[in-house]
C-alpha cells in the first residue's frame, strides 16, 4: 500500500488524542479547563514556531488572504473547539459530550464531499458507518439506543459547535495545504489559537490554581503540549493531505478505544466485552476502508495495462 505509512501515522494520532483525556482529566484537577488549554498550546507555540523557521526557511510570505485563512484554524480547531467541548464537558451529559468525537467523523466527511469535490463512494460510507457505530457502541456502553432517550437542550448547540469548528478545521486546512506545508499550517494554528485564548486563560487562572498544581499536572500539559498539539497535529494534517479529510477523518473513531485502554492503564478501569466488540467494528471499518481507496488506485493501474 502506497499510504500505509500516512494510515499508520493517522492510527498512532488518533490514539494519542485518546490519551489526551487522561492527561487532561490530571490537569483539571487544579486547573481550570481553559487554562489547560491556553498553557497546552502556549507550550506548543514555543516549540512549532522555531522548529517551522528551522525545517522551512523560505517559507512563502502570507497574502491577506492568506492570513484570514490561517486565522481561521487557530479560531475553529484551537479556540472554539476547546472552549466548546470544555463547557460540554461540563455540562453536558458524558454521553453526549463523547459523541462529539464520533460525529466528527461524517460531518468532516460530508464537508469534504461538499467543499472539496472528494469523491465518496458506497463502499466509503459502509465503512464510516461500521466504525462509527464502534465508536458509538464503546462510548454508550454497549447501548446505543440510550440515545433516543437524551433528547433535546440548549447545551446541544455548543456540541453542535464543537463539531462543525473542528470540521471546518480540517476541511479549511486541506485547501491552506496548497500552498503551506502540515507543520507550517500547524504552526500558525497554534500561533492563532494561543492568542485567542489568552484574554480566557487570564480571567480563568490564579496564582494559587497554579501554586497547587503538582508535577503531574505540569507533566500532563507537556504531554498534551508537545506529544499532542505537535506531533500528533502536525501527522493529523499530513494524512488530510496525502489521502484527503474523509478517509481521515475515519480514524477518529480509534479516539475511544485509546481513551478506554489508557484508562484502564491509569484509573484501573476495566476492558470488558463492549469495547472489544466496539474496537472490531471500528478496525473493520476502517481496514474496509482503506482496501476501497487502494481498490480504486488499482483500477486505472490494470486499465492502462490491458489497453
Not at 61 to 87: E, M
Not at 130 to 149: C, D, K, Q, R, W
Request: net charge positive.
Amino acid at each position: 500500500m502506497n499510504n500505509i505509512k500516512t494510515y499508520f501515522l493517522l492510527f498512532l494520532t488518533t490514539t494519542i488524542w485518546g490519551g489526551a483525556f487522561v492527561a487532561g482529566k490530571i490537569a483539571t484537577v487544579s486547573l481550570h479547563p481553559i487554562s489547560v488549554a491556553f498553557f497546552r498550546f502556549f507550550g506548543a507555540s514555543l516549540i512549532l514556531f522555531p522548529l517551522w523557521r528551522w525545517k522551512e526557511r523560505h517559507a512563502p510570505v502570507p497574502t491577506k488572504k492568506d492570513w484570514g485563512l490561517l486565522a481561521l484554524l487557530g479560531l475553529t480547531g484551537v479556540f472554539l473547539y476547546n472552549v466548546c467541548f470544555f463547557i460540554a464537558t461540563k455540562y453536558a451529559p458524558i454521553v453526549k459530550s463523547s459523541l462529539v468525537i464520533a460525529v466528527n467523523a461524517p460531518l468532516i466527511t460530508l464537508f469534504a464531499a461538499l467543499f472539496l469535490k472528494e469523491k465518496i463512494t458506497a463502499k466509503n460510507i459502509v465503512g464510516l458507518v461500521m466504525a462509527l457505530f464502534g465508536a458509538v457502541y464503546i462510548i454508550t456502553n454497549g447501548h446505543p439506543s440510550i440515545l433516543l432517550e437524551l433528547g433535546v437542550a440548549p447545551i446541544d448547540l455548543v456540541l453542535v459547535g464543537a463539531c462543525l469548528s473542528w470540521s471546518i478545521y480540517s476541511v479549511v486546512g486541506k485547501v491552506v495545504m496548497k500552498k503551506y506545508s502540515p507543520l507550517a499550517a500547524t504552526t500558525y494554528a497554534t500561533g492563532f489559537g494561543t492568542v485567542f485564548l489568552a484574554p480566557f486563560a487570564l480571567y480563568y487562572t490564579t496564582f494559587a490554581s497554579v501554586k497547587a498544581s503538582g508535577w503531574e499536572v505540569w507533566m500532563s500539559i507537556l504531554y498534551v503540549a508537545v506529544i499532542v498539539s505537535v506531533i500528533s497535529f502536525v501527522w493529523w494534517y499530513n494524512g488530510i493531505q496525502k489521502v484527503g479529510a474523509s478517509t481521515s477523518s475515519i480514524f477518529i473513531n480509534v479516539m475511544p478505544i485509546s481513551a478506554a485502554v489508557m484508562g484502564t492503564i491509569f484509573f484501573n478501569e476495566q476492558l470488558t466485552h463492549v469495547h472489544i466488540v466496539g474496537a472490531l467494528f471500528v478496525f473493520g471499518g476502517i481496514l474496509f476502508n482503506m482496501y476501497n481507496k487502494q481498490q480504486k488506485k488499482e483500477a486505472p493501474s490494470r486499465e492502462n495495462i490491458t489497453a
